[in-house]
């Protein structure tokens, strides 16, 4: 069945590429990412994930339709996408020797336009980081784009003192859970 990518991360079309999945169209979602007043991070993703999904789905009949969020959360805070530098120094200097999670969103939504939900919660312990480390990060502009402003893939990996759960999912998508869910409904995979 035809796969539809609901996605402008390339770090998403590699993981599905990691696992032999090829998306047959990728149609990134617009929509607005804004969390709500007080919104927990978990739910956050999740909404996101399946906003992604149903927007993208609605043009495509007769299709799975993957959308995916990831937000990092430290206790009842979101950590989505940094504006700015800025926003970026702030949100590292959160994470500076603390445990968070980074939770992702997971929706496919099935031929006949019905959403499938996952939610994928992984713990992440990061080192004590100096002000001079947190400096060389932020000139190093990796945080761009990513949730809670460091890449586990790149540079910011070293930051990571411990991580419990799903590695992929860190990234942008589980592997494990995709595939899975995929495989259930029907995708050849
Ligand atoms: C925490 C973390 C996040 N990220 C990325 C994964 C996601 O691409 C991004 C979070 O933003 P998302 O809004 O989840 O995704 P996106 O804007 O990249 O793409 P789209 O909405 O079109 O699907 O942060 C990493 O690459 N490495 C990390 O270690």
Known sequence: ???????????????LAQIGITPDE????????TPLKNELPRKLAARLAQSKAMAVAKDHPNSLTL????????GRRCLPKPADETEA????????????????GLCIVD???KAHNRLIDTAVKFKRL???????YIAS???EGKAGAYAIQGLGG????????????????????????????????
């Open 130 to 136: 100096s002000h001079q480390e947190i400096e060389n």
């Open 141 to 143: 502009r990796e945080w």
């Open 26 to 33: 990728i149609a990134p979602a617009h929509i607005d990412e």
């Open 89 to 104: 120094r702030q949100y590292l200097e959160m994470l500076s020797g603390r445990r968070h999670h980074v939770y992702g």
């Open 1 to 15: 069945m035809t796969l539809i990518l609901a996605s402008a991360s390339p770090r998403r079309v590699d993981l």
């Open 158 to 189: 070293a930051f990571v003192e411990k991580i419990v759960g799903s590695y992929s999912n860190v990234v942008g998508l589980s592997l494990c859970e995709t595939k899975n869910l995929l495989v259930g409904l029907g995708h050849k995979g």
């Open 67 to 74: 959308g995916a969020d990831t937000v990092v959360g430290v």
């Open 111 to 113: 031929k006949d336009g």
